[in-house]
């Protein structure tokens, strides 16, 4: 499809290249195979829970898209699969997880969604919010303290985190000690049940920011280039030694907190579907589509190859053992197994 004047002058990639621009779309259509994956997984009796990322792909593609592999740390929160894939973690290893198999990279023993990989640069979490907000300002104190340039921590939470202490004390923090720092936070307007209006007198998250004396912006989450552009800006700035920042993306979370909630509750299913008119994945599809980088059929041919890596993922992961029982203990406690001794 040729793209009119109008569509060629109002795209701006910011440098992303064609194939990057694929790789976000592929990222997207993963994280909502995988969605849809443990949902099912689960009313099948085969795992005992899943989360679901969904209004979020093109946030965590774009965020996952100006990370920098091999240096750059992530201390993710529990929704966080886009950016845990984006990063180089596999479906495999994902599915791994949600299985809970001894080949996991936690051995079997997190809670599902709770991913980490060493050499992904990905932080363990809890799923006590923000508690892992200051390993993630400790992480950076490290890497300033070491003089390791050009590295910064990215961490990511959820709008509810950022009425925790934990949130304030570690931003404070950041700030004091100018770290090689950025503060994502994914605006989803829900935390669990409670909605926005209901948690902050003020809604915009990123206004916070000039309290703590540092550089604040908001973008839009479910536009993945306007994602990438906030998120490459502030992890530039932290590289250089401009110290922290915190930068909030406005999404929506369209399936329930998780298969154990069920959202209807608090929330009715005309206001869910009146927001699926934002739906990043159809809407990134007709960019790449009307500015000539992807074609129908090209996505399509995309959409398989999706539902086929996770297809095989899932066999193989289901395939593996779980732990043995006698490593019940190991990597908890140091020295004897027994917690008692």
């Known amino acids: 499809m040729a793209k009119t004047q109008t569509q060629a002058s109002t795209f701006e990639r910011h440098a992303l290249t064609d194939e990057q621009l694929r790789q976000i779309l592929r990222n997207m259509l993963l994280q909502r195979q995988l969605d849809n994956r443990g949902f099912q997984l689960n009313r099948q009796g085969k795992v005992p829970f899943a989360l679901g990322s969904e209004g979020h792909e093109a946030l965590q593609a774009g965020a996952a898209m100006a990370f920098t592999r091999g240096k750059d740390l992530l201390a993710p929160y529990y929704r966080d699969l886009g950016l ?30 709770h ?15 923000a508690a892992h907000l200051p390993h993630a300002v400790g992480a950076a104190f490290a890497l300033k303290y070491r ?52 948690q902050m007198a003020q809604p915009e998250i990123w206004k916070r920011a000039v309290g703590y004396g540092l550089p604040g912006r908001r973008f839009n989450g479910f536009d993945p280039i306007d994602t990438y552009a906030a998120v490459k800006e502030a992890l530039d700035r932290a590289h250089s030694g401009g110290g922290p920042s915190l930068i909030e993306g406005t999404c ?41 980088i992807m074609t129908a059929s090209s996505i399509e041919t995309l959409r398989k190859d999706v539902l086929r890596e996770t297809n095989e993922a899932t066999d193989a992961a289901e395939a593996m053992p779980y732990p043995e029982p006698g490593e019940l203990y190991t990597h908890v406690y140091e020295g004897a197994w027994q917690p008692w001794q």
């Open 147 to 198: 003089g390791e340039s050009g590295r910064a921590v990215l961490a990511t939470c959820g709008d509810g985190t950022t009425s925790e202490g934990e949130w304030h004390e570690s931003m404070n923090f950041a700030a004091i000690h100018k770290l090689p720092f950025v503060m994502l936070v994914e605006n989803n307007e829900w935390a669990i049940s409670t909605p926005l209006d209901k």
């Open 84 to 113: 845990a894939l984006g990063i180089g973690l596999t479906p495999y290893e994902i599915l791994l997880s949600i299985f809970a198999r001894a080949a996991d990279h936690n051995g079997g023993r997190q809670f599902p969604n």
């Open 115 to 129: 991913y980490s990989s060493k050499a992904a640069g990905l932080l363990s979490f809890s799923s006590i919010l």
């Open 252 to 292: 929506y979370r369209f399936l329930a907190h998780s298969t154990d909630d069920n959202d209807m509750t608090y929330r009715t299913r005309d206001e869910v579907l009146a927001r699926r008119k934002l739906d990043p994945v159809p809407r990134f599809e007709a960019v790449l589509v009307d500015n000539g």
